[in-house]
Every structure is written in C-alpha cells, then in structure tokens.
Nanobody, 118 residues
Framework: QVQLVESGGGLAQAGGSLRLSCAAS????????MDWFRQAPGKEREFVAA???????SYTNSVKGRFTISRDNAKNTVYLQMNTLKPEDTAVYYC????????????WGQGTQVTVSS
C-alpha cells in the first residue's frame, strides 16, 4: 500500500505561482509513475501531469510550459510547480501513484484545493 498526502494548495492570484507537494509513505515510489490530476467544480477529474519511474514527463496541453512535475525518490516526494496560474486552474489537485498506466493510478491522495483569483 502507498499512502499519499498532498500539501501546498491555497489561494493565488492570476499570474502567480504555487508549488504542490505529495509525500508518500508505506513503500518507495521509485518504481511507480507519479501523477497529478485535478477536478474543478462540476467537472470530471482530469489528468494534469505525470513523471515516470525513469524520469520522463507528460503534461496535458493546457498546462504545458506553465507546470513542471518532478520527483525526489530519496524523499519519497513528488512536486508540481505551477507558474503563470489562471483562474481555470482552480480545482482540487490529487496526487496518484501508478504501477502500470499513468492514466489508471492504483493509489490516490485526498487532494488539496487550489484557487486562482482573477
């Protein structure tokens, strides 16, 4: 089992930055792909970014060039640096761990709220 706890959410102004962290426990995340998803009010949960065990990354188009996902296996932690935030980035952000497919995680965190004001 992998337990995931997100932190770093909050209120930011449009154009600002936030850094989300996801601390894992229970086992090492080094062999897992680590994801960030988000869910805005009234919308489906959507994929945001992933970093695979080998370090390659993927992003949804709407965040490319603004968000950066990274991992520190020694700290068992994953990060999402969010720059040039937009009001449409407002959502609950979830960290997830996937053994096989980045789009089908096996473990989820509880989420952290990000609100971007215009």
């Amino acid at each position: 089992q992998v337990q995931l706890v997100e932190s770093g959410g909050g209120l930011a102004q449009a154009g600002g930055s936030l850094r989300l962290s996801c601390a894992a426990s229970g086992r090492s995340i080094s062999t897992y792909a680590m994801d960030w998803f988000r869910q805005a009010p009234g919308k489906e949960r959507e994929f945001v970014a992933a970093v695979r065990s080998g370090g390659t990354t993927s992003y949804t188009n709407s965040v490319k060039g603004r968000f950066t996902i990274s991992r520190d296996n020694a700290k068992n932690t994953v990060y999402l640096q969010m720059n040039t935030l937009k009001p449409e980035d407002t959502a609950v952000y979830y960290c997830a761990a996937a053994r096989v497919s980045i789009m089908q995680p096996d473990y989820w965190g509880q989420g952290t709220q990000v609100t971007v004001s215009s």
